[in-house]
């Protein structure tokens, strides 16, 4: 079992920045790979970047690329994604989510366990 509590979201002027974390309990959360996904409201849930368990690979939606960055420090069992130059589009309750499988993760079905959410709301 793996629990997963993110934090860090708010509000923030278009054009900012927002670090958002996960922290994740359970002997075995370094073996799991972790991304981030969104959902904002009245849209499908869409797949924002992965990590490998070893965070040598990482993995973007074509729309985050260059403004977002994922990363993971093992030993603190947290997983970070570092939002800049935000944008009203990128309003949305985010989440992180874990998975075993280490595959196809743009897609939410392969990840077990999520967190509960925190909501980044961006401002004109």
């Known amino acids: 079992q793996v629990q997963l509590v993110e934090s860090g979201g708010g509000l923030v002027q278009a054009g900012g920045s927002l670090r958002l974390s996960c922290a994740a309990s359970?002997?075995?959360?370094?073996?799991?790979?972790m991304g981030w996904f969104r959902q904002a409201p009245g849209k499908e849930r869409e797949f924002v970047a992965a990590?490998?368990?070893?965070?040598?690979?990482?993995y973007y939606a074509d729309s985050m690329k260059g403004r977002f960055t994922i990363s993971r420090d093992n030993a603190k069992n947290t997983v970070y994604l570092q939002m800049n130059n935000l944008k009203e589009g990128d309003t949305a309750v985010y989440y992180c989510?874990?998975?075993?499988?280490?595959?196809?993760?743009?897609?939410?079905?392969?990840?077990?366990?999520w967190g509960q959410g925190t909501q980044v709301t961006v401002s004109s």
């Open positions: 989510a874990a998975q075993i499988i280490h595959r196809n993760y743009e897609l939410p079905t392969y990840y077990s366990y």
């Open positions: 990590i490998t368990r070893s965070g040598g690979t990482t």
């Open positions: 359970g002997r075995t959360s370094s073996s799991y790979a």
